[in-house]
């Protein structure tokens, strides 16, 4: 019998006490034993000080590992990271999402339009040309796509990425990008498989927004949400007939 986990699940309580890590579908979800990201860390800073910066240890793992990854490699600005989400999930005030743990918005690395490395002023939208301005419309910026796509790479090195949405022509930027570095083709496809404008939002052509995948121990504790991809951990096959199984979820 494959090991699911199936329902809309709630807050650990006395009558759920193993429901813990990420618990729900990030856009219903809370959070159990989540850390905070440091406000500032090796290649990384937080946009905003207001407190939205809990997720699991997956996640603060991921960010500060793909921010110092970047900077190692290409030194400049440091990445500006917006908001996870809060300390113990549910509700934000600026998102449907970042419920559960999982979610991190992520500015894109800037540079000047004669390619000038810059630290992200904020929210700019960028437009398939690799262009945007300021919300006065007094400057202009452009995407960075060597160091964006450097950021993509080394999150792709994490298996347990499942989405890193932006806008459909930012991706074709990234990919592109990717192909004419000679990158492998087994990366590209990854790229192309997680890169995502979503459908149900705005088009995310100002930040990326990247979202975790439930490890397998946390969808046995209440994780829920979105597709596993091939390179991620199978789940297990229980061994255990329906009623034993019964009697553990009872007797835990």
């Given at each position: ?153 080394s999150l792709l090195e994490d298996e347990d990425v499942q989405w890193v949405f932006v806008a459909r022509p930012l991706e074709v930027l990234l990919v ?77």
């Open positions: 019998m494959a090991l699911a986990t199936t329902g809309c699940f709630g807050a650990p309580s006395a009558l759920a006490p193993s429901l813990r890590g990420s618990v729900g579908v990030p856009h219903h979800g809370v959070v159990t034993d989540a850390v905070a990201l440091p406000k500032k860390g090796d290649g990384y800073v937080l946009f905003r000080n207001d407190g939205v910066r809990w997720g699991s240890p997956r996640l603060v793992r991921a960010i500060e590992t793909a921010a110092a990854s970047v900077s190692k490699s290409r030194p400049g600005p440091p990445l500006v990271i917006g908001d996870l989400g809060e300390r113990y999930g549910g509700e934000t005030s600026r998102h449907r999402s970042h419920r559960s743990g999982r979610d991190v918005d992520i500015l894109f690395y800037v540079t000047t339009p004669s390619g000038v490395p810059l630290k992200s002023p904020g929210f700019i939208k960028f437009s398939s040309d690799g262009l945007g301005t300021s919300s006065g419309g007094d400057k202009v910026y452009r995407f960075d796509v060597e160091r964006n796509w450097e950021l993509v790479r592109e990008h990717a192909m004419s570095l000679g990158e492998p083709l087994a990366l590209v496809w990854k790229a192309q498989t997680v890169l995502r404008q979503p459908g149900d939002s705005a088009p995310h052509d100002d930040h990326f927004h990247l979202r975790l995948a439930c490890s397998v121990e946390e969808m046995v504790a209440g994780c829920e949400g979105g597709p596993r991809w091939p390179w991620q951990a199978k789940l297990p096959e229980l061994t255990m007939t329906d009623d034993e199984l019964l009697v553990a979820i009872l007797e835990d």
